[in-house]
């Protein structure tokens, strides 16, 4: 009996500590004393980068654990490579996190050979911005949609997939406009300089949040005019601006327009890896809640003109599953109009 006795309580006492030791790791104890990186598709400088830095030098302290965030840049493949290493090659812990361009996620299905990931797995965090993409023209007699129709309109870009390329090559199926795309810039600053030098008219692709922080006081000065902006919803920064993915007139117009512009509702996207352990993620979404509504974090970000406007995880899935619902057909003309037959 004694025997059966003491057998009994080592196995309760056991059975405790397993328990105990369970309970024990919490997310502030896996976290506490580690770094979490933030991968970054584009070069240091970059507005991503700078959205980036922004968000982990105030994210960590909302971590359970606070701990140490980093950035790491990986640029390639127009922030790909970076999204492809956190969705396949690091490990699903937690620790690894990407902030890259959104168009990253329908990549696999305009270009699959550039891409093999699936974004309706990924673990989302959120997004720190949602925003549109809009043309700015240097061009004096380029004020409004009417004098687009007028005559060819030149951009410059810095290759065929660039956002003044793909603005323009929808805005000439859709909407009847006679874009030509000038290719070869080495950057943005290089086509603005050609703007200015009068070699092209102007450019597209721009982002809202890009115009804020860069192009604000050209745009008050009135050296320059931006005519239209292209998303879902309407950036309110560009007031009054006609939104042209509104006026799609066919279902097959509007699932284009979803496809090509869906993924700026969610422009400063935050992601880890898929399966990561549902509490570790829970914990990280709980972070960049409180970051993106930090008093410090706001400030900061108003100091550096960049937008604020969170868009929760659920959202975020939503608009990728509504994308991926698109018919094959619809998927393989925004592909012919992008000029992506090949890749």
């Known amino acids: 009996m004694i025997r059966q006795l003491k057998l009994g309580l080592a196995l309760t006492v056991a059975a405790y500590c397993a328990t105990a030791g369970v309970r024990a790791q919490t997310a502030a104890d896996f976290f506490g004393g580690k770094t979490v990186r933030i991968v970054v598709g584009y070069p240091p400088g970059s507005t991503f980068d700078l959205y980036a830095r922004a968000l982990g030098r105030h994210m960590g302290q909302h971590i359970p654990g606070s701990p140490t965030v980093v950035i790491q840049n990986m640029p390639g493949a127009g922030g790909i490579n970076a999204v492809s290493y956190v969705a396949s090659v690091a490990a699903p812990d937690g620790l690894t996190l990407s902030l890259s361009n959104p168009q990253s996620t329908t990549a696999p299905l305009l270009e699959p050979k550039s891409a093999s990931y699936d974004p309706r797995k990924f673990t989302w965090i959120g997004s720190v911005a949602d925003d549109t993409t809009a043309c700015a023209f240097w061009a004096k007699d380029l004020k409004s949609l009417d004098d687009l129709k007028k005559r060819e309109i030149v951009v410059g870009a810095t290759g065929s997939t660039g956002g003044s390329a793909i603005d323009g090559k929808i805005l000439n199926a859709l909407f009847g406009y006679r874009f030509r795309v000038v290719t070869g810039y080495p950057g943005m600053v290089e086509v603005r300089l050609a703007a200015e030098r009068g070699e092209v008219d102007g450019q597209c692709g721009l982002p809202g949040s890009t115009i804020k922080a860069e192009l604000q006081q050209l745009l008050a000065d009135k050296k320059i005019v931006i005519p239209l902006q292209l998303g879902i919803k309407s950036n309110p920064d560009l007031g009054a601006v006609p939104n042209l993915a509104e006026q799609a007139k066919t279902d097959e117009e509007r699932d284009i327009m979803r496809v090509v512009y869906a993924p700026l509702s969610y422009m400063r996207p935050v992601m880890?890896?898929?399966?990561?352990?549902?509490?570790?993620?829970?914990?990280?979404?709980?972070?960049?809640?409180?970051?993106v509504r930090d008093p410090a974090f706001l400030d900061e970000m108003a100091k550096q003109r960049l937008d604020v406007r969170p868009v929760a995880p659920a959202d975020i899935l939503k608009t990728v599953e509504a994308i991926y619902a698109t018919p094959a057909a619809t998927i393989a003309r925004v592909r012919d109009l992008l000029g992506l037959q090949d890749r």
Do not use: Q
């Open 272 to 291: 880890t890896s898929p399966g990561v352990p549902a509490d570790r993620a829970e914990a990280l979404r709980a972070a960049f809640d409180k970051t």
